[in-house]
DNA sequence: GCGACAG
DNA sequence: ATCTTGTCGC
């Protein structure tokens, strides 16, 4: 697919934040358009090598409802910018990226591990390669960044809304009845519920939704195979 | 100043 | 993110 490539990714972590400040008012949320009846969603993650200072990327596109893989692309590079939290796009997204071009076809949806609107300044990852695809994004994060929630039943299906300084960034949504949830938030032209829904509908079975997860058991694959 | 802190 | 043994529950 193609990449509108407006994005300089060699800063200083005080030029990211300015950089997220500034993007933060791209951000569109709701739906573009609709979605396709069987969509195509796509999972993004990496993994990394200490020893190399290596990130191994991968994105894997599913169809739903039957979640059948579709197609998948990987790349690997050198880390060039440190782990900070809040800043994490600048250090995942340009390999990220580099497996999206790979991609044959643009997909309906992507899914990316890590937060979109549930971020201090509300750009995290998914916002970010959001925006420079121009698709619909949602975060899908295993942990919290910012924010809390109440409440949240034990059964799957079960969600409550992320609040962080009195806005709702995003959802906790329990993927796996009597399994800790995962926190969906919005990307880029997406809404909150079809976020969810989503989600849903892409964890059947386990707590992390296939697309992350495909990504995700790809990427350690790949990172054991080479180093 | 202190604690929190996606991956 | 990675490292790392055993342990618990379906
Ligand atoms: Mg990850």
């Given amino acids: 697919m193609h990449i509108a490539h407006r994005q300089r990714w060699d800063v200083t972590p005080k030029e990211a934040v300015q950089i997220q400040q500034r993007l933060r008012g791209k951000i569109m949320m709701g739906l573009s358009a609709p979605l396709p009846r069987h969509p195509l969603i796509a999972g ?17 596109v599913l169809r739903l409802p039957s979640l059948e893989a579709i197609d998948t ?3 690997v590079d050198r880390a060039r910018f440190p782990y900070v939290p809040g800043l994490l ?35 995290g990852i998914a916002c970010h390669i959001g925006w420079l695809l121009d698709v619909p994004t949602i975060g899908c994060a295993k942990s919290i960044l910012v924010g809390d929630y109440r409440r949240l039943g034990l059964r799957r299906g079960a969600h409550a809304p992320l609040i962080h300084k009195r806005e709702v960034v995003g959802c ?4 796996r009845t009597g399994v800790q949830p995962v926190y969906v938030s919005i990307g880029h032209k997406i809404d909150l519920p079809t976020a969810v829904r989503l989600a849903l509908r892409c964890a059947p079975r386990f707590r992390i939704p296939e697309p992350t997860r495909q990504a995700h058991l790809l990427v350690t694959q790949l990172r054991l195979a080479n180093g």
Avoid: Q
Wanted: a positive charge; proline letters at 5%; charged letters at 25%.
């Fill in 44 to 60: 993004a993650d990496i993994s990394y090598d200490k020893g190399s200072n290596k990130l191994f990327a991968a994105v894997v």
């Fill in 73 to 75: 692309v990987t790349f």
């Fill in 89 to 123: 796009s600048f250090r995942e997204a340009p390999v990220l990226l580099e497996c999206f071009k790979k991609l044959r076809r643009a997909p309906d949806v992507v899914m990316i591990d890590g937060h979109g609107l549930a971020h201090p300044r509300r750009f």
């Fill in 172 to 175: 906790a949504v329990r993927t």
